[in-house]
């Protein structure tokens, strides 16, 4: 199996792209029933937004020690940094999908000025950013899995690395942000 991923790592990418995908814009949508979640008590769904924030934070940290440490030559530091950095993606993304599909997209209760020319275009480039940084950070991830650390310097790990780790932190910089707009100045 490892063996047939690895001969297929863009279309494995690809798929685990669309998958994801697909999930996150069911939830986002409404389209996933509630009636199969069970509802936590309304203190842990309040405080899913909060949580995303510090884990999109520690994100930003072992992205960035995992870009620092791959520069210094130490593959295994940067192989455990970025393996955290996934984990903690897997981890927001569960939460945010979670609280999402129970309670909907959060609404900006600021000014509609700010809403218009701040809060929208930071969200939209936010999303965007995401989308587009998962086919990377899945094909990245994909290589790392299905070789040993000795053949990746012959494949494009490094250069997909370089733009996965690049899209993912102004992304989650971002959603830092949309945080900041919906839950704490408004």
């Keep these: 199996m490892q063996a047939r991923i690895g001969d297929n790592v863009a279309l494995t990418a690809g798929i685990l792209s669309v998958v994801s995908l697909v999930i996150v814009f069911a939830a986002a949508l409404q389209a996933i029933p509630t009636a199969l979640i069970p509802r936590a008590p309304d203190a842990v769904l309040d405080a899913i937004p909060t949580l995303n924030a510090v884990v999109s934070l520690a994100a930003i940290g072992t992205i960035t020690a995992g870009v620092r440490a791959i520069r210094r030559g130490d593959v295994e530091r940067h192989r455990k940094l970025m393996g955290t950095s996934f984990a903690l993606f897997v981890g927001f993304l569960a939460m945010y999908l979670y609280r999402v599909t129970l309670i909907g997209p959060a609404s900006f209760a600021g000014p509609d000025a700010i809403e218009q020319f701040v809060y929208y275009p930071v969200l939209a480039i936010h999303i965007l950013l995401a989308i587009a940084s998962l ?52």
Aim: proline residues 8%; positive net charge.
């Design 135 to 186: 086919p990377p950070v899945y094909y990245a991830l994909v290589l790392a899995l299905t070789r040993p650390a000795s053949a990746l310097p012959s494949t494009n790990h490094a250069r997909v690395g370089r733009v996965a780790a690049a899209l993912w932190l102004i992304s989650f910089a971002l959603g830092i942000v949309v945080y900041l707009l919906l839950h704490v100045l408004f």
